[in-house]
């Protein structure tokens, strides 16, 4: 066998371990400028040893060659996430309740789309509105509402509520439990002047 064809074949073998290696070790490029070398140097050998006794020998060596440079990096990347040093350089992908904190909150609140309330300060466009005795801090669509007006939830955005004036059954007027002296019920001690 002719010395330039066990160059083409060995450097061949050389530049796929170290496209190889080139994936599972961070070198800045280094590793693939070193296959690059190696991968046309090898073609170089294959020309001197086939290229002109034998171009179908030397055209099929440049066709595997073409063939197997993606699929090493598909395998090697097909495989590092599932070595020891990919599971540690890799970051897992975050869950959706980790994406959104918020998930469960918003959940609860969007039960509570259509239902009507009363605010208990003035929507300047934000302030605090009850609804079925809870408290909650909402945005109005943009409009100045007044303290004590009747309103609906209309959407939520995340974690927000969206209300808009509306009017309330007669029954949910009556069930709300507030003080027109302290219309947040928060108790606050206001030094005398």
């Known amino acids: 066998m002719d010395s330039n064809a066990v160059f083409a074949v060995v450097l061949l073998i050389v530049g796929l371990c170290i496209l190889t290696a080139e994936i599972f070790i961070p070198s800045g490029g280094l590793l693939g400028l070193i296959t690059f070398l190696s991968l046309l140097v090898s073609i170089i050998f294959a020309y001197r ?21 993606p699929t090493v990096i598909g395998t090697g990347f097909y495989m590092l996430p599932r070595t020891p040093l990919g599971k540690k350089v ?3 992908a975050p869950s959706a309740e980790d994406v959104t904190p918020y998930l469960e909150e918003s959940r609860r609140l969007e039960k509570l789309i259509g239902r009507f309330g009363v605010t208990l300060t003035n929507f300047c466009p934000g302030g ?5 005795g809870m408290r909650l801090h909402a945005v109005s669509e943009g409009l100045m509402i007044e303290s004590g007006e009747s309103v609906e939830i209309i959407n939520i955005r995340g974690s927000q509520v969206v209300i808009r004036p509306g009017n309330a059954p007669q029954s949910v007027l009556d069930h709300t439990d507030r003080s027109d002296e302290n219309p947040t019920g928060l108790d606050f001690d206001y030094p005398s002047s």
Not at 49 to 69: D, I, K, Q, T
Not at 128 to 132: F, P, S
């Open 49 to 69: 040893a086939w290229g002109v006794s034998h171009p179908n020998l030397f055209f099929a060596f440049c066709l595997m060659l073409l063939l197997l440079v």
């Open 90 to 92: 890799l970051l897992e």
């Open 128 to 132: 605090l509105v009850e609804v079925d």
